[in-house]
């Protein structure tokens, strides 16, 4: 019996063997061929070169096919076939139908992927003429001072959040030269594309990592947004 030592080293040496013939593919799948035709060929039964081109005939003919069916949308291979459904109860169903299974995907893709569009509390009514979109609003001041005073009905998760995002005493002021410095650089740097908004949270983060606990990083984000700087940045600077 091989150790787990032992086992390992076969692992190792099965790995390197089959990295091996993945380079060399094509190579031995001529030398597989000829092999055959020749032990075709000893028995008697039929000679090399006509096995050789009885073999490349079917493959092309196997080629032509699976390109027919491709054209002709009968490849199955890859797509989904059944989809199981579990409602409240636990019961599980399954539907194999085309279109029930593209209505089911696509409704699970719509709620897997847009969870968070319109859902946010920062976007309710409330939260826009307090804060604002983009920390304009005339109660930024009041998340910084600790003394915002909640919209009814806000969740004690969105709570704990504004409460953190109160401004720490004796937070060091971001170096502006430095976000300059940054925003020309992001604005140069890389291929020409289309012109679109600069996330001004990559900017903030970039700024936080000189401030080190996760706290005074979460208190910066706020109070870089309440400055004159950044507004002008999320709404005119394009790269």
Known sequence: MLSIQQIQEKLKEAEQTLKQVKKNAKAFHISHRLSLANALAARGNISAAKHIRMRLKREEQRDVARASRYMLNKISSGATTKVQVTDHQGNIREY???????????????????????GTEFLQREFLEKLGKYGEGPEVDNVLDGSFEF?????????????????????????????????????????????????????????????????????????????????????????
């Open 151 to 239: 919209p009814p009905d806000t969740s004690e998760a969105m709570k704990d959040f504004i409460r953190y995002c109160k401004r720490v005493d004796n937070l060091p002021a971001p170096d502006l030269k430095a976000l300059f410095l940054l925003i020309s650089k992001l604005g140069k740097s890389g291929k020409k594309r289309p012109t679109v908004p600069i996330n001004i949270w990559v900017i903030i983060k970039q700024v936080s990592k000189m401030i080190m606990s996760a706290q005074s990083y979460i208190c910066a984000r706020k109070y870089l947004l309440s400055q004159d700087i950044l507004r002008n940045v999320g709404e005119n600077v394009s790269i």
């Open 96 to 118: 194999t139908a085309k279109d029930d299974v593209e209505r089911l995907i696509i409704h699970e893709n719509e709620r897997k992927y847009h969870q968070t569009e319109g």
